[in-house]
């Protein structure tokens, strides 16, 4: 069997065309892999302001509330405990239902981000 040099020429262009397509994936998963960082790197920082912003909140609408109890609980300590107690219940709820709360839509986001592609 002889090879005739079209058929090497064509084996050359063939080696060189699927070096091109490797070159181009590579850049493709480079590219797709920046833009999903992006988006979660994104999001963890506006969730991270959110959160900020929500406790100084918070912070301020707790003082707000005991200022605004104290007239009917007694005194300004009774409402501070009331306050108090209140944060902690909704951190114990929070705690416990963590599952349903945070874990799971940070597994559904992830998923979606690195998993599923649209």
């Given at each position: 069997?002889?090879?005739?040099?079209?058929?090497?020429?064509?084996?050359?262009?063939?080696?060189?065309?699927?070096k091109?397509y490797?070159?181009?994936?590579?850049?493709?998963?480079k590219?797709?892999?920046?833009?999903?960082?992006?988006?979660?790197?994104?999001?963890?920082?506006?969730?991270?302001?959110?959160?900020v912003?929500?406790?100084?909140?918070?912070?301020?609408?707790?003082?707000?509330?005991?200022?605004?109890?104290?007239?009917?609980?007694?005194?300004?300590?009774?409402?501070?405990?009331?306050?108090t107690g209140?944060?902690?219940?909704?951190?114990?709820?929070?705690?416990?239902?963590?599952?349903?709360?945070i874990?799971?839509?940070?597994?559904?986001?992830?998923?979606?981000?690195?998993?599923?592609?649209?």
């Open positions: 069997m002889f090879v005739n040099d079209k058929t090497i020429d064509n084996l050359q262009s063939l080696v060189t065309e699927i091109k490797v070159d181009l994936q590579k850049d493709y998963v590219l797709d892999i920046t833009h999903k960082l992006t988006v979660l790197l994104s999001t963890l920082i506006l969730i991270l302001v959110l959160v912003l929500g406790m100084i909140a918070l912070f301020y609408l707790s003082f707000t509330m005991a200022y605004v109890l104290e007239p009917y609980v007694g005194g300004l300590t009774n409402s501070y405990a009331i306050i209140s944060i902690l219940l909704l951190s114990l709820l929070i705690y416990l239902f963590r599952q349903r709360l874990i799971h839509p940070l597994t559904r986001f992830l998923a979606n981000l690195f998993i599923n592609d649209k």
